[in-house]
C-alpha cells in the first residue's frame, strides 16, 4: 500500500542515472544529462513505484500524486515565467512513459499538452506564428485523442489526409494554411466529442492527469504484458515523464531529428544522424517527409551541427556507450530530449566493443559485457535479406540458425545422389528423419520437418553440422507419396525451390537473396578478448574431420563429446553395421566388426591429427541398436508386397524376413531407458573392444608420426560403479596391449558421462574408475524430470508453458533447480574422491550462455558445445566469469 510520505514525484535535477529502476530509463537520463549541464528541457518524473500502487489502489495513488505533480508543475512555471493554461503565453508539456528496460507496446508520447481553444490564440500571438500555435494544436488533439483515449488513429488521418488532397498531389503537411489547420481542429474535436462523449477536455489539468493515468494503465495492456513475458521482463512498472516542451515545428529555424554517435548497423565511428526542419516529435521516423542527413544539417544549421557533434562527444565519453539521442532545435537553439544507449546489430556490437577497448573508452570487461552473446549466432549463419521481396508460406520451430535456398526432395537417396551427381543444393524435406536419413542430412543443405521439436532427431543432427533447420512445421502438408507438400493453397513439388530459415522459422517458396555472415576482424578480437577473460575451457562436440576442423576454427580446445554412432551411420557403412547386429555368433559378430575397425580408426586417425594434441573424448557406442535398422512397419510391408508380386527371390526374402525377427526381438517399450550405452557393452563387449582398438590403433600410428594425441574414452550411461568396472577393465586390457605393440608413450583417460540421477547420487563411488566426468545433460534432463523429450516437447510441454507450469523448456536452458544440482553434488563427491577430477557438460547446454553461467559457477572445467556456436560459447564463459567475480 501507499506509505504517505514516500517521494513520487522527482525533478529532473534530483534524479541520476543510477535510478534507472525508480525513473525509468528515459526519467534516468535526463537527470543525468541535466546533472551534467546539457541544454535540457526541464520536467519531472512520477516514479516506477508510484505505478505499482497505483494496480494495488488506484484512486488513493492518484490523489497522493496529484498535489505533488502540481508541486512540480508549479516549479516549471516559476522557472520558465510561464502558467500551465495561460490563455496568453501557456506552459506546454509532453508526457512520455519510460519503464527501466526498453519496451514496446508501452504508451506512445503526448506532445504540445496544455493547449485549449483559448491558450492555442495566445500562442499565436506570444509567438507571432500562428500557424505554429493551430499545428501544435492539431497534432495535440491527435495525440492525445489515439494515445490517451484509444480512437483510432485512423480516422484522424483521414481527415489530415483530404485537407493535403486538396492542395494538390504531393502535398505536405507544411503546404497546409491556417485555415486548413483550423478546420482540421474543428474535425478533430467534432470526431472526439462524437467517439467519447464528451467535448475534448479543455482543462490542462484533466489533460495532464488522464494522460498520466494512461501511461500506468499501459504498463499493462496485452501487448505489454506478452512482450515482458517473453522477454522474461520483471514488473518493474513504468515511470511517466513530464517535460517542458520545446518546438522544432516553429518554422524553418526550427527543426527535430535523431542521431547516433556511431553508425548502429555497421558500428563505424561516424556520427549518423536524420533530422527534418520545421517538425515536431515521430515526424522523423514516422516519414511523412524524406528527412535530410548530417552533411545536410552543416549547411542548413552550421552552429547547431558543431554544437551537436560535441555534444555527442560528450554523451558517449560519459555513458561509455553509443547513444541514441533525439533532439529539437527551437528557433536555432539546440536542445537534447532523450539520449540512450543505442540498439545495434549484432556486427555492428562487435565492432563497438572492439573499437572502444582501443580508444581507451571502456575496459575489456566492460567490451565483452556489452554482447549479448545469443545474438551472436547471427554473425555465424547466413540470413534472409530483409529488404528483399518475399513471401512467408509458413512458420516452424527455428531448431538450427542459418537460411538457405535450396531445391524440394521429399527423400534422403535422392538427396546424396544430387549432391554427389550434380551437386544441387538441396533441402531434405520430411515429415521427420531417422537415423537412416543421415546421410540425406549431410548431403542437404538444409532440413524442413512437418514434426519434431528442438530436440527431434532433425535437429540434433542439424545444429551439430551445423546447417539449417525448420522443423514441426505443422501447416506444411507434406505427400510422400506424390513427392510434394502444401500449404493452404500452395503447392510445392518436388525440384522446387524453398527458402527456410533456421534462425527465425519461416519457410518461403523460391529463391530469396540471403546474406553472407561477417566474420570480421573486431570479431576474431573480440574472441581473443573473452579468451582472456574465461576460466573455463571451450569443446566442441564433433563427430568428423570436417567438424573437428570447423571446431578448431571457431577456437575449441578440445573434443568434448565424438558421438560415435554417427561414424556408424554413414550409407556405406550401415550394411556392415546391420550385419554386426544381427549376426548370430560372435563370431558371425566378429567378421562384421573386422570390416567396422579400420574405418573407425580411419575416422579416428582423421580427427586426431587434425586436433593436433588437444584433448579428444570418444564416446563409445550409446543408442539402441534398433536405431540402425530399417523402420519396422516400412519393412513389413515392403516385405508383403515382395510376397505378393513375387518380384523377390527366395533368398531376399528370407533375409528380409530374418530382419523382421531381429527388429521384433530388439523392440523395445523404453528404448531411451533399454538397451543403450555401457548395457550395450556389457551384453556385446565385442563392440566396445572393437571401437578401444581402434582408438588405440589409431591414436598410437599418429603419435609415431610425431604428432601428440591425448584420448578420452567416455563409457556412457553408467548408473553404477559395478557397470564402469567391468566395461573400463575390459577396455584398459585392449588399449594397453595395444600401446605396447606400437610401443609407444600414450596419455589417455577413461572416465565416464553422469546423465543418470543415480551416477550423480553416488559419483563418489564413481569417481574411484572414472578418471574425468562429462555431463549429459540431454539425458540427464530427460531422466531426472521422467520426461521422454520427444514426447514433452511434441506433446505436452507447450502446453505448460501456456499454463505457467514452467516457463523455460529445459532441454534448452538447464534447469539449475534440479539437474543443476545434481551436478553440483556429482561435481563435490567426485572431486572428494579425486581432487584434480576434470569435469565437462557435453549435452547441448554446453553451448547456451545462462547454462554456461551455471556451469562456471559450480565449478566445472569446460563447457562442449557444437563447433558453430563456440563463438557464443567463448564469450558467454568470459561473461560467467566477470559476472561471478
Ligand atoms: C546427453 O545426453 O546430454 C548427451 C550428450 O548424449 P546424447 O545427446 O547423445 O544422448
Ligand atoms: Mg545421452
Given at each position: 500500500m501507499t506509505t504517505e510520505n514516500e517521494k513520487y514525484v522527482y525533478d529532473f535535477s534530483e534524479g541520476k542515472k543510477e535510478l534507472k529502476n525508480l525513473l525509468g530509463g528515459k526519467g534516468a537520463n535526463l537527470a543525468e544529462m541535466t546533472n551534467i549541464g546539457l541544454n535540457i528541457p526541464q520536467g519531472f518524473t512520477i516514479t516506477t513505484s508510484a505505478c505499482l500502487k497505483y494496480y494495488e489502489n488506484q484512486d488513493q495513488v492518484m490523489e497522493t500524486l496529484k498535489p505533488a505533480v502540481l508541486d512540480a508543475i508549479k516549479r516549471l512555471e516559476d522557472k520558465y515565467n510561464k502558467k500551465f493554461g495561460d490563455i496568453k503565453d501557456p506552459l506546454l508539456v509532453s508526457v512520455r512513459s519510460g519503464a527501466p528496460m526498453s519496451m514496446p507496446g508501452m504508451m506512445d508520447t503526448v506532445l504540445n499538452l496544455g493547449l485549449n481553444d483559448e491558450s492555442v490564440k495566445g500562442l499565436a500571438e506570444q509567438t507571432g506564428n500562428e500557424r505554429f500555435a493551430y499545428d501544435s494544436y492539431r497534432r495535440f488533439l491527435q495525440m492525445f485523442s489515439d494515445v490517451v483515449m484509444g480512437i483510432e488513429l485512423d480516422h484522424f488521418e483521414e481527415i489530415l489526409n483530404a485537407y493535403k488532397a486538396k492542395k494538390g498531389e504531393n502535398a505536405k503537411?507544411?503546404?497546409?494554411?491556417?485555415?486548413?489547420?483550423?478546420?482540421?481542429?474543428?474535425?478533430?474535436?467534432?470526431?472526439?466529442?462524437?467517439?467519447?462523449?464528451?467535448?475534448?477536455?479543455?482543462?490542462?489539468?484533466?489533460?495532464?492527469?488522464?494522460?498520466?493515468?494512461?501511461?500506468?494503465?499501459?504498463?499493462?495492456?496485452?501487448?505489454?504484458?506478452?512482450?515482458?513475458?517473453?522477454?522474461?521482463?520483471?514488473?518493474?512498472?513504468?515511470?511517466?515523464?513530464?517535460?517542458?516542451?520545446?518546438?522544432?515545428?516553429?518554422?524553418?529555424?526550427?527543426?527535430?531529428?535523431?542521431?547516433?554517435?556511431?553508425?548502429?548497423?555497421?558500428?563505424?565511428?561516424?556520427?549518423?544522424?536524420?533530422?527534418?526542419?520545421?517538425?515536431?516529435?515521430?515526424?522523423?521516423?514516422?516519414?511523412?517527409?524524406?528527412?535530410?542527413?548530417?552533411?545536410?544539417?552543416?549547411?542548413?544549421?552550421?552552429?547547431?551541427?558543431?554544437?551537436?557533434?560535441?555534444?555527442?562527444?560528450?554523451?558517449?565519453?560519459?555513458?561509455?556507450?553509443?547513444?541514441?539521442?533525439?533532439?529539437?532545435?527551437?528557433?536555432?537553439?539546440?536542445?537534447?530530449?532523450?539520449?540512450?544507449?543505442?540498439?545495434?546489430?549484432?556486427?555492428?556490437?562487435?565492432?563497438?566493443?572492439?573499437?572502444?577497448?582501443?580508444?581507451?573508452?571502456?575496459?575489456?570487461?566492460?567490451?565483452?559485457?556489452?554482447?549479448?552473446?545469443?545474438?551472436?549466432?547471427?554473425?555465424?549463419?547466413?540470413?534472409?535479406?530483409?529488404?528483399?521481396?518475399?513471401?512467408?508460406?509458413?512458420?516452424?520451430?527455428?531448431?538450427?540458425?542459418?537460411?538457405?535456398?535450396?531445391?524440394?526432395?521429399?527423400?534422403?537417396?535422392?538427396?546424396?545422389?544430387?549432391?554427389?551427381?550434380?551437386?544441387?543444393?538441396?533441402?531434405?524435406?520430411?515429415?521427420?528423419?531417422?537415423?537412416?536419413?543421415?546421410?540425406?542430412?549431410?548431403?542437404?543443405?538444409?532440413?524442413?520437418?512437418?514434426?519434431?521439436?528442438?530436440?527431434?532427431?532433425?535437429?540434433?543432427?542439424?545444429?551439430?553440422?551445423?546447417?539449417?533447420?525448420?522443423?514441426?512445421?505443422?501447416?506444411?502438408?507434406?505427400?510422400?507419396?506424390?513427392?510434394?507438400?502444401?500449404?493452404?493453397?500452395?503447392?510445392?513439388?518436388?525440384?522446387?525451390?524453398?527458402?527456410?530459415?533456421?534462425?527465425?522459422?519461416?519457410?518461403?517458396?523460391?529463391?530469396?537473396?540471403?546474406?553472407?555472415?561477417?566474420?570480421?576482424?573486431?570479431?576474431?578480437?573480440?574472441?581473443?578478448?573473452?579468451?582472456?577473460?574465461?576460466?573455463?575451457?571451450?569443446?566442441?562436440?564433433?563427430?568428423?574431420?570436417?567438424?573437428?576442423?570447423?571446431?578448431?576454427?571457431?577456437?575449441?580446445?578440445?573434443?568434448?563429446?565424438?558421438?560415435?554412432?554417427?561414424?556408424?551411420?554413414?550409407?556405406?557403412?550401415?550394411?556392415?553395421?546391420?550385419?554386426?547386429?544381427?549376426?548370430?555368433?560372435?563370431?558371425?559378430?566378429?567378421?562384421?566388426?573386422?570390416?567396422?575397425?579400420?574405418?573407425?580408426?580411419?575416422?579416428?586417425?582423421?580427427?586426431?591429427?587434425?586436433?593436433?594434441?588437444?584433448?579428444v573424448t570418444i564416446r563409445l557406442l550409446d543408442p539402441p541398436l534398433h536405431e540402425f535398422l530399417p523402420e519396422f512397419t516400412e519393412l513389413l510391408l515392403e516385405t508383403q508386397k515382395l510376397k505378393m508380386t513375387n518380384a523377390a527371390t527366395d533368398e531376399e526374402l528370407k533375409e528380409k524376413e530374418e530382419l523382421i525377427h531381429i527388429i521384433r526381438t530388439l523392440h523395445e517399450e523404453n528404448p531411451m531407458m533399454g538397451l543403450r550405452g555401457c548395457r550395450l557393452g556389457i551384453t556385446w563387449p565385442e563392440i566396445n573392444e572393437m571401437q578401444v582398438r581402434a582408438i588405440f590403433q589409431a591414436a598410437c600410428e599418429i603419435k609415431k608420426e610425431g604428432i601428440n594425441v591425448k584420448p578420452e574414452v567416455m563409457i556412457p550411461l553408467v548408473g553404477m560403479l559395478s557397470e564402469l568396472k567391468i566395461v573400463k577393465d575390459q577396455l584398459v586390457k585392449i588399449a594397453k596391449e595395444t600401446i605396447d605393440h606400437y610401443n609407444v608413450d600414450l596419455d589417455y583417460k577413461f572416465g565416464t558421462m553422469i546423465e543418470i540421477p543415480r551416477a550423480a547420487l553416488v559419483a563418489d563411488?564413481?569417481?574411484?574408475?572414472?578418471?574425468?566426468?562429462?555431463?549429459?545433460?540431454?539425458?540427464?534432463?530427460?531422466?531426472?524430470?521422467?520426461?521422454?523429450?520427444?514426447?514433452?516437447?511434441?506433446?505436452?510441454?507447450?502446453?505448460?508453458?501456456?499454463?505457467?507450469?514452467?516457463?523455460?523448456?529445459?532441454?534448452?536452458?538447464?534447469?539449475?533447480?534440479?539437474?543443476?544440482?545434481?551436478?553440483?553434488?556429482?561435481?563435490?563427491?567426485?572431486?572428494?574422491?579425486?581432487?584434480?577430477?576434470?569435469?565437462?557438460?557435453?549435452?547441448?547446454h554446453g553451448g547456451e550462455p545462462s547454462s554456461i553461467d551455471f556451469a562456471h559457477r559450480i565449478g566445472l572445467n569446460y563447457v562442449s558445445c557444437s563447433p558453430y556456436r563456440i563463438p557464443i560459447a567463448r564469450i558467454a564463459a568470459a561473461q560467467a566469469n566477470i559476472k561471478n567475480k
Amino acid at each position: 500500500m501507499t506509505t504517505e510520505n514516500e517521494k513520487y514525484v522527482y525533478d529532473f535535477s534530483e534524479g541520476k542515472k543510477e535510478l534507472k529502476n525508480l525513473l525509468g530509463g528515459k526519467g534516468a537520463n535526463l537527470a543525468e544529462m541535466t546533472n551534467i549541464g546539457l541544454n535540457i528541457p526541464q520536467g519531472f518524473t512520477i516514479t516506477t513505484s508510484a505505478c505499482l500502487k497505483y494496480y494495488e489502489n488506484q484512486d488513493q495513488v492518484m490523489e497522493t500524486l496529484k498535489p505533488a505533480v502540481l508541486d512540480a508543475i508549479k516549479r516549471l512555471e516559476d522557472k520558465y515565467n510561464k502558467k500551465f493554461g495561460d490563455i496568453k503565453d501557456p506552459l506546454l508539456v509532453s508526457v512520455r512513459s519510460g519503464a527501466p528496460m526498453s519496451m514496446p507496446g508501452m504508451m506512445d508520447t503526448v506532445l504540445n499538452l496544455g493547449l485549449n481553444d483559448e491558450s492555442v490564440k495566445g500562442l499565436a500571438e506570444q509567438t507571432g506564428n500562428e500557424r505554429f500555435a493551430y499545428d501544435s494544436y492539431r497534432r495535440f488533439l491527435q495525440m492525445f485523442s489515439d494515445v490517451v483515449m484509444g480512437i483510432e488513429l485512423d480516422h484522424f488521418e483521414e481527415i489530415l489526409n483530404a485537407y493535403k488532397a486538396k492542395k494538390g498531389e504531393n502535398a505536405k503537411d507544411t503546404d497546409l494554411e491556417i485555415s486548413d489547420l483550423k478546420n482540421i481542429i474543428r474535425e478533430y474535436k467534432a470526431l472526439y466529442e462524437k467517439e467519447i462523449g464528451s467535448p475534448f477536455p479543455q482543462s490542462p489539468q484533466e489533460q495532464l492527469f488522464n494522460s498520466i493515468d494512461a501511461v500506468f494503465k499501459s504498463w499493462n495492456n496485452k501487448r505489454a504484458i506478452t512482450y515482458r513475458k517473453m522477454n522474461k521482463i520483471p514488473n518493474f512498472g513504468t515511470a511517466v515523464n513530464v517535460q517542458v516542451m520545446v518546438f522544432g515545428n516553429k518554422g524553418w529555424s526550427s527543426g527535430t531529428g535523431v542521431a547516433f554517435t556511431r553508425d548502429p548497423s555497421t558500428g563505424e565511428k561516424r556520427r549518423f544522424g536524420e533530422y527534418l526542419a520545421n517538425a515536431q516529435g515521430e515526424d522523423v521516423v514516422a516519414g511523412i517527409r524524406t528527412p535530410k542527413t548530417m552533411t545536410e544539417m552543416k549547411e542548413e544549421f552550421p552552429k547547431v551541427y558543431d554544437e551537436l557533434m560535441s555534444l555527442m562527444e560528450k554523451l558517449e565519453n560519459h555513458y561509455k556507450d553509443m547513444q541514441d539521442i533525439e533532439f529539437t532545435i527551437e528557433d536555432g537553439e539546440l536542445f537534447i530530449l532523450q539520449t540512450r544507449n543505442g540498439k545495434r546489430t549484432p556486427t555492428s556490437a562487435v565492432k563497438i566493443a572492439v573499437d572502444m577497448v582501443k580508444e581507451g573508452l571502456i575496459t575489456k570487461e566492460q567490451a565483452i559485457m556489452s554482447i549479448d552473446a545469443k545474438s551472436i549466432s547471427d554473425l555465424l549463419f547466413k540470413s534472409i535479406d530483409d529488404k528483399a521481396d518475399f513471401e512467408v508460406i509458413a512458420k516452424g520451430i527455428n531448431a538450427s540458425p542459418g537460411a538457405v535456398t535450396g531445391i524440394a526432395i521429399f527423400d534422403s537417396d535422392r538427396t546424396e545422389e544430387l549432391k554427389n551427381k550434380e551437386n544441387m543444393d538441396v533441402i531434405l524435406v520430411r515429415p521427420q528423419t531417422k537415423p537412416d536419413d543421415v546421410h540425406g542430412l549431410y548431403a542437404s543443405v538444409g532440413v524442413l520437418t512437418q514434426f519434431g521439436g528442438k530436440t527431434s532427431h532433425a535437429a540434433v543432427v542439424a545444429r551439430g553440422i551445423g546447417k539449417p533447420a525448420v522443423v514441426g512445421a505443422q501447416d506444411v502438408k507434406i505427400d510422400i507419396k506424390n513427392k510434394q507438400f502444401t500449404v493452404g493453397n500452395t503447392i510445392v513439388k518436388e525440384g522446387d525451390y524453398i527458402t527456410i530459415d533456421g534462425t527465425t522459422g519461416r519457410i518461403i517458396k523460391g529463391k530469396v537473396p540471403l546474406v553472407d555472415p561477417e566474420l570480421t576482424g573486431e570479431f576474431i578480437e573480440l574472441l581473443d578478448i573473452a579468451d582472456e577473460i574465461k576460466k573455463l575451457g571451450v569443446r566442441a562436440n564433433a563427430d568428423t574431420p570436417t567438424d573437428a576442423t570447423k571446431a578448431l576454427e571457431f577456437g575449441a580446445q578440445g573434443i568434448g563429446l565424438c558421438r560415435t554412432e554417427h561414424m556408424f551411420m554413414a550409407q556405406e557403412r550401415l550394411p556392415v553395421v546391420q550385419q554386426m547386429i544381427m549376426a548370430k555368433t560372435t563370431e558371425e559378430r566378429q567378421v562384421a566388426l573386422d570390416k567396422i575397425l579400420p574405418m573407425q580408426k580411419g575416422d579416428f586417425y582423421d580427427i586426431f591429427k587434425i586436433m593436433k594434441g588437444k584433448p579428444v573424448t570418444i564416446r563409445l557406442l550409446d543408442p539402441p541398436l534398433h536405431e540402425f535398422l530399417p523402420e519396422f512397419t516400412e519393412l513389413l510391408l515392403e516385405t508383403q508386397k515382395l510376397k505378393m508380386t513375387n518380384a523377390a527371390t527366395d533368398e531376399e526374402l528370407k533375409e528380409k524376413e530374418e530382419l523382421i525377427h531381429i527388429i521384433r526381438t530388439l523392440h523395445e517399450e523404453n528404448p531411451m531407458m533399454g538397451l543403450r550405452g555401457c548395457r550395450l557393452g556389457i551384453t556385446w563387449p565385442e563392440i566396445n573392444e572393437m571401437q578401444v582398438r581402434a582408438i588405440f590403433q589409431a591414436a598410437c600410428e599418429i603419435k609415431k608420426e610425431g604428432i601428440n594425441v591425448k584420448p578420452e574414452v567416455m563409457i556412457p550411461l553408467v548408473g553404477m560403479l559395478s557397470e564402469l568396472k567391468i566395461v573400463k577393465d575390459q577396455l584398459v586390457k585392449i588399449a594397453k596391449e595395444t600401446i605396447d605393440h606400437y610401443n609407444v608413450d600414450l596419455d589417455y583417460k577413461f572416465g565416464t558421462m553422469i546423465e543418470i540421477p543415480r551416477a550423480a547420487l553416488v559419483a563418489d563411488k564413481i569417481a574411484t574408475e572414472a578418471e574425468f566426468f562429462s555431463f549429459g545433460t540431454n539425458d540427464l534432463t530427460q531422466m531426472t524430470f521422467g520426461f521422454s523429450r520427444d514426447d514433452a516437447e511434441g506433446k505436452f510441454l507447450p502446453i505448460y508453458f501456456e499454463r505457467g507450469v514452467m516457463t523455460d523448456n529445459p532441454f534448452e536452458i538447464l534447469d539449475q533447480e534440479g539437474v543443476g544440482q545434481l551436478m553440483k553434488m556429482a561435481i563435490q563427491k567426485g572431486r572428494d574422491t579425486r581432487k584434480d577430477l576434470k569435469c565437462g557438460i557435453c549435452g547441448e547446454h554446453g553451448g547456451e550462455p545462462s547454462s554456461i553461467d551455471f556451469a562456471h559457477r559450480i565449478g566445472l572445467n569446460y563447457v562442449s558445445c557444437s563447433p558453430y556456436r563456440i563463438p557464443i560459447a567463448r564469450i558467454a564463459a568470459a561473461q560467467a566469469n566477470i559476472k561471478n567475480k
